[in-house]
């Protein structure tokens, strides 16, 4: 299996601040046909999860644009611009390179 | 507005089987996507359990597929879980999600807590 890590694990932030939370896949999530099977998810208190981020950086419908996907190979990041209330909660990486597919252990973003 | 929603008991006694089912609205599971289960232990992270394509075409966890088995009825457009010998690792809240071949889990259901007793 691939495995995922993410740093940091909690991440408390002023509102109006940057956050920066990273993952890293144990093998390449690069394939031959070009496209990087990696995204981004966030689980609100109490919700189920919903996904921020597909393929390392294209924002899924009606996600703001102060949410911003990069990397490559095994190395990503998601970037908060300015972080608001309504963006606490739990922050998972998942590769969908290959099955199974596998998730991060979540990073905990909590407003200061 | 595609929507998901889990069904099945919420306990279920150790040793016994898990069945879960997942209604769709809004889209036909005929149609097309990959339909998933997750799920998410207690205060933990989450894990991927098993997809089927609308062909029938399953995939399982290598660390669930000897208890696993996932199906799909496009007539009534729902898909279905079931997990064998359960023990209390098991216990979880179960999501059925739908994903698109490039586009992540586009779609969750709210989730169902199942707690397996002993």
């Known amino acids: 299996d691939i495995v995922m890590t993410q740093s940091p694990l909690f991440l408390p932030v002023t509102p109006g601040e940057p956050a920066s939370i990273s993952c890293r896949s144990s093998?390449?999530?690069?394939?031959?046909?070009?496209?990087?099977?990696f995204d981004w998810y966030l689980q609100k208190p109490g919700q189920s999860p919903q996904l921020l981020i597909y393929l390392v950086s294209t924002r899924a419908s009606g996600v703001p644009d102060r949410f911003s996907g990069s990397g490559s190979g095994t190395d990503f990041t998601l970037k908060i611009s300015r972080v608001e209330a309504e963006d606490v909660g739990v922050y998972y990486c998942m590769q969908a390179l290959q099955l199974p597919h596998t998730f991060g252990q979540g990073t905990k973003l909590e407003i200061k | 507005q595609v929507q998901l929603q889990e069904s099945g008991p919420g306990l279920v006694k150790a040793s016994e089987t898990l069945s879960l089912t997942c209604s769709v609205s809004?889209?036909?599971?005929?149609?097309?996507?990959?339909w998933a289960w997750l799920r998410q232990p207690p205060g933990k992270g989450l894990d991927w359990i098993a997809s089927?394509?609308?062909?029938?075409?399953?995939y399982y966890n290598p660390s669930l597929r000897s208890r696993v088995t996932m199906s799909v009825d496009t007539s009534q457009n729902y898909f279905s879980l079931q997990l064998n010998s359960v023990t209390a690792s098991d216990t979880a809240v179960y999501f059925c999600a739908r994903r698109a071949a490039l586009t992540g889990y586009l779609n969750w259901g709210q989730g169902i807590l199942v707690t397996v007793s002993s």
């Open positions: 809004g889209f036909s599971i005929s149609s097309g996507f990959y």
């Open positions: 089927i394509y609308h062909s029938g075409d399953t």
């Open positions: 093998q390449s999530l690069l394939p031959s046909n070009g496209n990087t099977y």
